[in-house]
């Protein structure tokens, strides 16, 4: 099974500024990772897939980088919407598909 | 667009059933694989189950291999989970979830709004 590690757990950002979220694999997942963002009560949302390919809807703030073990989530110009939880997700290997334990963007 | 609506969650003994159901609509659903994923309170997500287009295949999480049973009925856009032998371990909200592409294995795009399951005596 691979495990996904995010880091920071919690990242303190003021609104306006850049957010960088990691993500590593504890193997190679090619591309084949996604990050999503959940708010409390809602469930999560895909944000980028492919590594680095904006879903449908998602603003240009966000992006994402990386491939094989080291990944990427920037958020260019943090807005009062984007506090949230984000988690990673690689797709390559499976069963089981597996997630990174979350973080957690708050306000600074 | 794509709906994924969870119901039958509830409270339930340790060691009891419960069988969630997923309706979906605005897709194809009998072409696409179909996820559970879950979410004890307070904590990540975790995969639990995946069942193939057509129902022929699925995939288990280990930690619910033996005891959740993954099913779909394709006449009725119906995605099923059966729980037995619940433990207290299983209480979380349970979403549905539909990958963005026709493989099964994939990124995530439309979830449902989850149903909560607790279990506990």
């Known amino acids: 099974e691979i495990v996904m590690t995010q880091s920071p757990a919690t990242l303190s950002v003021s609104p306006g500024e850049r957010a960088t979220l990691s993500c590593r694999a504890s193997?190679?997942?090619?591309?084949?990772l996604a990050w999503y963002q959940q708010k409390p009560g809602q469930a999560p949302r895909l944000l980028i897939y492919g590594a680095s390919t904006r879903a449908t809807g998602i603003p240009a703030r966000f992006s994402g980088s990386g491939s094989g073990t080291e990944f990427t989530l920037t958020i260019s110009s943090l807005q009062s919407e984007d506090f949230a939880v984000y988690y990673c997700q690689q797709y390559n290997n499976w069963p089981p598909v597996t997630f990174g334990q979350g973080t957690r963007l708050e306000i600074k | 667009q794509v709906q994924l609506v969870e119901s039958g969650g509830g409270v339930v003994q340790p060691g009891r059933s419960l069988r969630l159901s997923c309706a979906a609509s605005g897709f194809t659903f009998s072409s696409y694989g179909m996820h559970w994923v879950r979410q004890a309170p307070g904590k990540g997500l975790e995969w639990v189950a995946v069942i193939s287009y057509d129902g022929s295949n699925k995939y288990y999480a280990d930690s619910v291999k033996g005891r959740f049973t993954i099913s779909r009925d394709n006449s009725k856009n119906t995605l099923y989970l059966q729980m037995n032998s619940l433990r207290a371990e299983d209480t979380a909200v349970y979403y549905c979830?539909?990958?963005?592409?026709?493989?099964?294995?994939?990124?995530?795009?439309?979830w449902g709004q989850g149903t909560l399951v607790t279990v506990s005596s």
């Open positions: 193997q190679s997942v090619s591309s084949n």
């Open positions: 979830a539909k990958p963005r592409q026709l493989l099964w294995f994939g990124e995530l795009s439309h």
